[in-house]
């Protein structure tokens, strides 16, 4: 029952059913919806959805206790329009340049700067040429770094669709500046990039860059596996430090992948409700059994039940950030739990074994805390992260590695690249780089060194999260 009712269909061709309300009808189905499936739904505290607009009633629908950390005990409460989720999970396509931003110091003295791109968008055509490690100096006009309209340059930076805006921007390296254009546009993410190899005298070591769970993962995922598996890699370096997440099931299999036949029949995740499901999952009704490695595809993008190629390693590198979150975190979980051995090169990761299915209320698609996860030995509390083992003060799960800034200086998969050549050294002799650079959980009020940088990745929030479909 909706204040606005949608009449047709949805972009899968499913009819709306969609029947004349209003507000509260809309509330109230959020206020049954969250005391039944909210992890904390005990926490919850029963206002009256007559009092509130259906955004700021949401809000009300979750935990406000903290962590003994003194961090919010929930930061993953949000909704998406159900058309934007419905392009963006499915097929990758979000409005933008094709550019994700990295915000080093989000106040005077701003420092923004391109993360990476995505191939054959506006961010990469030849009049554009943006790359890695470009710093961000003013949008249309504004100074970015010392000041400016807040509003002009958030516009800039994060556009609605076909919407022209003007930078000057310095390239990484570079003593000069250059002004450029660039029209937004429906971009389709690749989110699985730079597939190489680097000989070393003890081996072939496989990389590739993995930014989100989506649905077009599934197969360049396959594709990459079968590609290094082809070249005889005896190790795998997994960069995730930008991967916020996404479906669980992309993470499962990539484990899979990672693992190989070892893995079979072992347990990737299991999932607990609240204490009112012990039994059976909430929104399929099903028994709830452990999730299983998958052997075969789940149907995202390629045919469901293929077999998946496996490298049958017993070690993994992952370079991980702050912007490596839940579905991601789930690997890394997921793999310990059978014993396979995870170094992690980087900093500490978000935090969140925690997960939802996406719930669509008249054209809202609303993602509210359902279920945590554990591993095959029963461990899932890395609600502060996982953390390089010879990290100052550990902040989440210490895991062997070393901590290491990021590094804009060079692309993602060059050798040279900070943390892909700290994991390179560590293997080869188990020693870790100098600790440089500070916390990216920490304020930063002066120009970060782009060779040894932390920050916050932009990323919209359900692809910093772990979501389930049915």
Known sequence: MCSTPRTGTDRNGNSFRDTQGDTEDENNWLRSSSHELYLWYNEIVDVDPGNFTTPEYFEQMQTFDITPSGAPKDKFHFTISTDVWQDQSQ???????????????????????????????????????????????????????????????????????????????????????????????????????NVSTIETSSGVVGYMTFNDHISTAETQLIDAITQLQALGVTDLVLDIRYNGGGFLDIANELAYMIAGDPAVGQIFEELE????????????????????????????????????????LTRVYVLTGSGTCSASESIINGLRGIDVEVIQVGATSCGKPYGFYPLDNCGTTYFSIQFRGV????????????????????????????????DF???????????????LKYREDGTCPTIVGSSANQAVRAAQPLNAADGV??????????????
């Open 91 to 193: 097929g990758g396509i979000s409005g933008g340049y094709g550019a994700t931003f990295v915000i080093l110091q989000g106040s005077p003295p701003r420092q923004i700067i391109v993360a990476y791109t995505e191939p054959d968008t506006p961010a990469t055509s030849p009049d554009v040429s943006l790359l890695r490690g470009t710093v961000i100096l003013e949008v249309d006009g504004e100074d970015l770094v010392n000041g400016g309209n807040v509003d002009t340059l958030n516009n800039g930076l994060f556009p609605g669709d076909n919407e022209t805006h003007t930078f000057v921007v310095q390239d990484a390296g570079e003593d000069t500046t250059r002004t450029i254009s660039m029209t937004s546009a429906q971009i389709v993410s690749t989110p699985v990039q």
């Open 273 to 312: 409700f609240n204490d009112q499901h012990p039994n059976f999952d909430p929104i399929t009704g099903g028994t709830l059994t452990p999730s299983r490695f998958h052997t075969t595809t789940q149907g995202f993008s390629e045919p469901s039940g293929t077999p998946l190629p496996g490298l049958g």
């Open 375 to 406: 591993n095959q030995k029963g461990f899932g509390d890395y609600t502060d992260g996982f953390s390089p083992s010879n990290t100052p003060q550990v902040e989440g799960v210490p895991v062997p590695g070393c901590l290491v800034s990021d």
């Open 409 to 423: 200086t060079r692309q993602l998969g060059d050798p040279l690249e900070g943390r892909l050549r700290a994991a």
């Open 457 to 470: 990745i932009a990323k919209t929030a359900w692809l910093q999260n772990r979501i389930i479909t049915f």
